[in-house]
């Protein structure tokens, strides 16, 4: 299955410039999707809707408020 889909993932998470690839783990956003939180990966679940939550590629134009939420829940989990 990765070979045939390796298209559809980038040679690096444009969030934090690592290498991405179907064997390198990816579960901490996952993770996020599922406990509610915004994520980027919602338009890789939801391909047909617009690009969802782009701003927390970089967490530096997201407001205060809610990147204090976003990174107590993923430490707290």
Do not use: I
């Amino acid at each position: 299955m990765p070979r045939l889909l390796s298209w559809f993932l980038p040679p690096r998470r444009p969030m934090d410039n690592m290498a991405a690839a179907w064997n390198r783990p990816q579960e901490d956003e996952f993770a996020l999707c599922n406990l509610g939180l915004p994520s980027p990966y919602l338009t890789f679940a939801f391909p047909n809707r617009p690009p969802q939550h782009p701003e927390y590629f970089d967490l530096e134009n997201v407001p205060a408020g809610a990147r204090h939420n976003w990174k107590s829940v993923l430490v707290s989990g």
